[in-house]
Every structure is written in C-alpha cells, then in structure tokens.
C-alpha cells in the first residue's frame, strides 16, 4: 500500500503564494505518474495538475497555466504544487493522488481515474 499525505495549506491574500507539498510513504516503488486535484464547497472534484514519473512531461488545466508549478523529487518521495498569484477562485481542499501503473509513468493524467492513491487533502483559502 501507498500513503499519501498532503501539507502546506493555510490562508493566503489574494496575489499571494503557497506551496503544498504531497509526501509518500510505503510501497513507493510502485507509484508512477502523479497530480493534484482540487475540491471547492459544493462542487466536483477537478483537475488541477499532474506529472510524469520523470518529472518530464506536465499538464496543467487552464486556469492555472502560468502561476502553477508541479514538480517532483524522487529522492524524497515527494511531489510539490507551487501556486502563485493565488485568486479566491483557488479556494479548495486541495489532494495529491498517485498512479501505479508501470504503463502509464510516461503520461501525465487529468483523469482521476487513473490514479490509484489519494491523500486526504489541504485547505488552501484565497481571501480578496
């Protein structure tokens, strides 16, 4: 098994940053391609980001493109979200997720469905 487990939520001004980091533990061996979602009140789970198991490739959802960064590092078993000129519109529970399948380490995924894991996510508020 897999455990993932977000942190570096909290409350930020509007124009301001934040940088969640999403540490895995257990069976890390067998996790690939990883992303980040984002859960606000009342509405479904979206996309936000994601990355190869290289750290290569990396696809972002639109309204992000620009002032989010994801990256990963092996070493630590870690994946970071390095969001910048944060809008109240980024207010969410924000969760890491990871995939374990070897066939797919070369993609960087948007659909939730595909990753395996799930952590239990961090609240990021945005203020105006």
């Known amino acids: 098994q897999v455990q993932l487990v977000e942190s570096g939520g909290g409350l930020v001004q509007a124009g301001g940053s934040l940088r969640l980091s999403c540490a895995a533990s257990g069976r890390v061996f067998s996790i690939y391609s990883m992303g980040w979602f984002r859960q606000a009140p009342g509405k479904e789970r979206d996309f936000v980001a994601a990355?190869?198991?290289?750290?290569?490739?990396?696809y972002y959802t639109d309204s992000v493109k620009g002032r989010f960064t994801i990256s990963r590092d092996n070493a630590k078993n870690t994946m970071y979200l390095q969001m910048n000129s944060l809008k109240p519109e980024d207010t969410a529970v924000y969760y890491c997720a990871a995939d374990r399948d070897y066939a797919n380490r070369n993609f960087a995924t948007m659909f939730p469905t595909h990753y395996d894991y799930w952590g239990q996510g961090t609240q990021v508020t945005v203020s105006s």
């Open positions: 990355i190869s198991w290289s750290g290569v490739t990396t």
